[in-house]
């Protein structure tokens, strides 16, 4: 587990691009954190660390966006998701193993995850200060 503290959403960004140069292209990343927590600055990070250019934005109507870089990146809202069946219809499935996914609202498919994801709680501490615990990945320790 690491844990970072940041003060803007440009140090929010930073975290995740170093995160992004331990990735290896097909792990799924379940983050976690309130609405405004700082996910959307998160994939952004994580995009930019992938070689991604194209602007990021939160995939809330879309449900998932996907952008080329390096690998593959699958970025997921789950906000309206609540059962198997809204996950399944979401193409959720067809996603495994195909790139990196990073998933908002993991709260709400916390069961449907696979065991060996990558746990990213984003927790705001006031209006700009962020705490981000990383956990699930031996390489992150590095980060």
Known sequence: MRKFITSSAEETEAV????AGTLKGNE???M???LGAGKTAFTRGLAR??????GVSS???????EYNGKFNLYHFDMYRVSSWDDLYSTGFFDYLDNGIMII????????FLPQNHITVTISPLDENTREIIIEGSDDILSV
């Open 59 to 65: 995939p809330t109507f879309a449900l998932v966006n």
């Open 49 to 54: 660390g992938l070689g991604i250019c194209e």
């Open 32 to 34: 976690f954190g309130g």
């Open 28 to 30: 799924i990343i379940a």
């Open 16 to 19: 995740a691009e170093k995160l």
């Open 104 to 111: 908002e609202w993991s709260e709400n498919i916390r069961e």
